[in-house]
Nanobody, 120 residues
């Protein structure tokens, strides 16, 4: 049974940092990524990494502030979020899929989500 379990969300002041983790179990994945959804807004595709980290995707608004990384030995993907802004407030979801196309936001497996709140 495949499971994706996120952790690391919380409340932080603007300019602060958080690191999200997503541990996968049941199988390994070619691509793992992060999405976010704020209340009343559409879901955004935030970042993704291929298994080797040879292909990386970032949403324009997070480039230079967020870093995605993977620890394949732990079957885990991370999202280091620095210089956080109030507009980064959302529920962040981990996702995983079998293909290597990081630019395509179509995923097969999803985590339950973790809340990130950035206060001004």
């Amino acid at each position: 049974q495949v499971q994706l379990v996120e952790s690391g969300g919380g409340l932080v002041q603007a300019g602060g940092s958080l690191r999200l983790s997503c541990a996968a179990s049941g199988r390994t994945f070619s691509t793992m990524g992060w999405f976010r959804q704020a209340p009343g807004k559409e879901r955004e595709y935030v970042a993704a990494s291929s298994r080797s980290a040879g292909s990386i995707y970032y949403l324009d608004s997070v480039k230079g502030r967020f870093t995605i990384s993977r620890d394949n030995a732990k079957n885990t993907v991370y999202l280091q979020m620095n210089s956080l802004k109030p507009e980064d407030t959302a529920v962040y979801y981990c996702a995983a899929k079998s293909d290597y196309v990081v630019s395509t936001p179509t995923y097969d497996y999803w985590g339950q989500g973790t809340q990130v709140t950035v206060s001004s």
